[in-house]
């Protein structure tokens, strides 16, 4: 088993894109890797020959290590590894414990920077102060006499696809019956899957019958939970709300995408990340981070500004990264939004992707209802906005007539910082600049 993230100790076997007997070429992806934030290609980087698949697809928690497959070289007798078991390759060991499991995509920072502000392996802190444990044997349960199961032989087998379709969906993938190998559940057997229209027993009576259901929580979901609880207890939040006016920023986006020729298509996110930039150069501090380092601690102000732009995913919110968005025109950053938001969708986004962002912009303005939210600290950044929904507002002109009343298109936005690192005062100075560039859209020019 590779591992595909810095912090990566076990993974889940997706599907297989070779077939033993297969030739195998530097590049070719020979199979799907489910991590705790993302479904990867492994890339095989040697010449040979599939000779025995060690672990199917489906196998879960498989740990960084552990045999996978048999590989040979070209020409070498295949059907002599058709008997051969997982201990014949040495066997496997189990993967680390750990409460819970922890991987960098919540973080903007890489977790071997050595800062307290990485994330951390809680693996050797994580002790459990318990009895020495009993000899090996297999539990029994009381009622039923039978071998109590572990949480993951409880858990259906599913594929990567079939798991995130059911999510999609809200199918409850206890109920699907799997036609897949082994009897794993397939995207075929989510798509075909029809309610029952009575769940319980026939013997249950009304006052015994689930009114619930208990939906196991994935791995990137404990990761995500872990990330935020860390964020809102170790940063000191603020908030800093803003009404902007975006009436010349919508006729400046209308004209370009009409002289596009087809090239490009802006959307008012694309110009908030450039303003973003603007107002994180005019004010650096707030392009800052809190870092806790070999006893010493410090505010890191970096030079660049990579925007994090939060994607939401059918398994979770994730955050991919546009760097050095100071130097990039409005063309170039839609593009880039969308090809990583698409592939952040597909679970293809390389760890790199997501790890190293400076500050964060989190937009609901897709859903009319939200006129404006507050959204957590992304660490060890000190800054994420918030943006909610245009709305038309009517304003008071002043004329040679007098006061008329004028439509003007409106938006509110919600700053969050990080008081260890951001003033008050400097936050509502980002904000006020964020303001000033989104009201006069030429300035981006600048």
Known sequence: MPALS????????GTWQKKVGDSVAPGDVLVEIETDKAQMDFEFQEEGVLAKILKEAGEKDVAVGNPIAVMVEEG???????????????GEKQPPAQAPKEEASQSSEPPDTGSKTAPSTLGKDAKEESSPEPEAQESESEST????QTSLEREPKASPAAKALALEKGVPITQVKGTGPKGQITKQDVEKFKPSGATASPSASPATAASFEDIPASSMRKTIANRLVQSMNQNPHYFVASTLSVSKLLKLRQALNASAAGKYKLSLNDFFVKACAVACLKVPAVNSSWREQDGQVMIRQHNTVDVSVAVATPVGLMTPIVRGVEGLGLESISAQIKDLGKRARDGK???????????????????????RFT????????????VGT???????????????MEWDDQIIVTGSFDHKVVDGAVGGEWIKEFKKVVENPLEMLL
Not at 377 to 385: E, K, S, T, Y
């Open 76 to 90: 070498e007798d295949v059907s002599a590894f058709e008997s051969f078991t997982l201990e014949d390759a040495g």
């Open 375 to 386: 959204a957590v600290i992304n660490p060890p950044q000190a800054g994420i906005l918030a």
């Open 349 to 371: 986004l390389k760890p790199e992707e997501y790890q190293g962002g400076t500050f964060t912009i989190s937009n609901m303005g897709m859903n009319s209802a939200v006129e």
């Open 6 to 13: 810095p912090t990566m100790t076990a993974g889940n076997i």
């Open 145 to 148: 006499g039978e071998r109590l």
């Open 390 to 404: 245009t709305k038309k507002v009517a304003t008071p002109v002043e004329t040679e007539e007098g006061t008329t």
